[in-house]
């Protein structure tokens, strides 16, 4: 078992834009939603059903996990400048109802910009795993809606997203995963962790049916405006979903799918 890799060159083309130059460090999730800065970044394929002992070398953070795998303007000047706030208050708001002591209805609503929390979700992905230019497919459609931000939803992109009450976190760049066997594989990405969970999926074969919001329905033709999204709290899936292969379906992992923990002491 590897060490993960999370270090680009420090200079080197960057994941989202393609660009050559000096690369920088990427919080993923964005920092404003981390609140156990300390954390230990595992190979998720070594780590999973590994607990509590953890196998493999994991590497420690001490201001959460970065990705050294994309260019300032990228990171700073798109993501940080113009993306990240709207996921943060959406990831804040739903943090402060969750531990907020009021009786839950099963639907509750956040108001969010969801335009601009897709294209910060799709751009976080981009930037987990090193040297990953060319993007392919999935990579170039993703990259094409967070470079520009006026950009609508590509027609077959999914979002989907449930409440993840966990404090580990799960971040994969691409899996294949058959959600059932004999039904068609989808590629997927996901970004998990308190309090929320997304999965992003290209061109999804129809039959497959999500049972979760898909975050690009809610979202305005202007990226920047508000709009109410549902989170669903009669649907949440086990902790493991999808990453954890079940009786029913499988998941494959390709080399940049990782777990983080809590570093306690
Ligand atoms: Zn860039």
Same mark, same amino acid.
């Given at each position: 078992?590897?060490?993960?890799?999370?270090?680009?060159?420090?200079?080197?083309? !960057?994941?989202? !834009?393609?660009?050559?130059?000096?690369?920088?460090?990427?919080?993923?999730?964005? %920092?404003?939603?981390?609140? $156990?800065?300390?954390?230990?970044?595992?190979?998720?394929?070594?780590?999973?059903?590994?607990?509590?002992?953890?196998?493999?070398?994991?590497?420690?953070?001490?201001?959460?996990? %970065?990705?050294?795998?994309? !260019?300032?303007?990228?990171?700073?000047?798109?993501?940080?400048?113009?993306?990240?706030?709207?996921?943060?208050?959406?990831?804040? @708001?739903?943090?402060?109802?969750?531990?907020?002591?009021?009786?839950?209805?099963?639907?509750?609503?956040?108001?969010?910009?969801?335009?601009?929390?897709?294209?910060?979700?799709?751009?976080?992905?981009?930037?987990?795993?090193?040297?990953? $230019?060319?993007?392919?497919?999935?990579? @170039?459609?993703? +990259? @094409?809606?967070?470079?520009?931000?006026?950009?609508?939803?590509?027609?077959?992109?999914?979002?989907y997203y449930w409440v993840y009450p966990y404090w580990d976190q799960i971040l994969v760049r691409a899996m294949s995963m058959l959600p059932r066997f004999g039904a068609p594989p989808v590629v997927v990405s996901l970004?998990?962790?308190?309090?929320?969970?997304?999965?992003?999926?290209?061109?999804?074969?129809?039959?497959?049916?999500?049972?979760?919001?898909?975050?690009?329905?809610?979202?305005?033709?202007? +990226?920047?405006?508000?709009?109410?999204?549902?989170?669903?709290?009669?649907?949440?899936?086990?902790?493991?979903?999808?990453?954890?292969?079940?009786?029913?379906?499988?998941?494959?992992?390709?080399?940049?799918? $990782?777990? +983080?923990?809590?570093?306690?002491?």
């Amino acid at each position: 078992m590897t060490f993960p890799r999370v270090k680009g060159p420090k200079n080197g083309i !960057c994941n989202i !834009c393609g660009e050559a130059g000096p690369l920088t460090e990427d919080h993923v999730p964005p %920092k404003g939603v981390t609140r $156990f800065p300390r954390m230990a970044l595992h190979n998720l394929v070594g780590s999973l059903g590994a607990e509590p002992g953890e196998r493999g070398k994991p590497r420690h953070f001490q201001q959460g996990v %970065k990705f050294r795998t994309t !260019c300032l303007s990228c990171n700073r000047d798109l993501l940080g400048s113009q993306y990240d706030k709207a996921l943060i208050n959406l990831s804040n @708001d739903v943090s402060r109802y969750l531990f907020s002591q009021l009786d839950r209805p099963s639907v509750a609503h956040f108001n969010t910009q969801p335009g601009l929390v897709a294209k910060a979700v799709c751009g976080h992905i981009l930037s987990v795993g090193v040297g990953h $230019f060319p993007r392919g497919e999935m990579g @170039d459609v993703l +990259a @094409d809606f967070v470079l520009d931000p006026a950009a609508s939803a590509p027609e077959e992109l999914r979002i989907y997203y449930w409440v993840y009450p966990y404090w580990d976190q799960i971040l994969v760049r691409a899996m294949s995963m058959l959600p059932r066997f004999g039904a068609p594989p989808v590629v997927v990405s996901l970004m998990k962790y308190m309090p929320l969970a997304f999965l992003v999926a290209w061109k999804p074969d129809p039959i497959l049916k999500f049972p979760y919001p898909n975050l690009i329905n809610y979202m305005p033709s202007d +990226a920047f405006r508000y709009a109410d999204i549902p989170l669903d709290f009669t649907i949440i899936p086990p902790h493991r979903y999808p990453e954890m292969p079940t009786n029913e379906g499988v998941a494959l992992h390709g080399r940049d799918a $990782f777990r +983080a923990t809590r570093i306690i002491n």
